[in-house]
């Protein structure tokens, strides 16, 4: 709640698991959202990032950098660039009330840069790999600020894990 009331637009970095299962959920439950989700960090390309800047110079803006490894080099030069931009446009404190940052619980330059500056942390779970990480916080997070509903998203995935994690249920039923 805190995302949509302060932000047109969430921007959210990473590559790979950590940004495509939510953006397939958003997109598949979603016909349009507000705040607005923007996708970087997924390339080295300058253009994109400049296109990015372009779009969202005139809104108010949030960013949630996602990376458990904290050595992914898209996601981090997309994260410094963004963060310089937050900073430009908003001065260092309230930049910091705009960042959220998703991973790991205990170590990584990510974790301790969060800490060191206060960023609010969310956790990537040590046991599950990035593509499955859309029912984490890594997921769950940019879904409940595109205004998903993420209590009735888990009910549904809970649902279809105790109905089908049947080893007698043939495939064909599932049809």
Do not use: W
């Not at 299962?21 to 960090?41: H, N, Q």
């Not at 609010?120 to 790999?129: H, I, L, R």
């Amino acid at each position: 709640a805190k995302i949509r009331n302060d932000s047109d637009v969430l921007i959210v970095i990473g590559i790979g698991g950590s940004y495509l299962g939510a953006r397939a959920v958003i997109e598949a439950l979603s016909s349009s959202t507000k705040p607005l989700i923007i996708y970087a960090g997924n390339s080295l390309s300058p253009r994109h990032l400049i296109n990015i800047l372009e779009l969202i110079k005139a809104k108010d803006f949030s960013i949630n950098v996602i990376s458990k490894s904290s050595t992914t080099i898209e996601p981090a030069i997309a994260f410094r660039f963004f963060r310089s931009c937050l900073e430009e446009k908003y001065g260092k404190e309230e930049a910091k009330r705009r960042i959220y940052v998703t991973t790991d619980a205990q170590k990584g330059a990510l974790k301790n840069l969060a800490t060191n500056q206060g960023y609010e942390t969310f956790v990537v779970p040590d046991n599950v790999g990035g593509r499955y990480s859309v029912l984490t916080a890594v997921g769950l997070l940019p879904i409940a600020v595109s205004g998903i509903d993420i209590d009735m998203l888990m009910k549904g995935a809970n649902d279809a894990m105790l109905e089908y994690d049947n080893p007698s249920l043939e495939l064909n039923q599932c049809y």
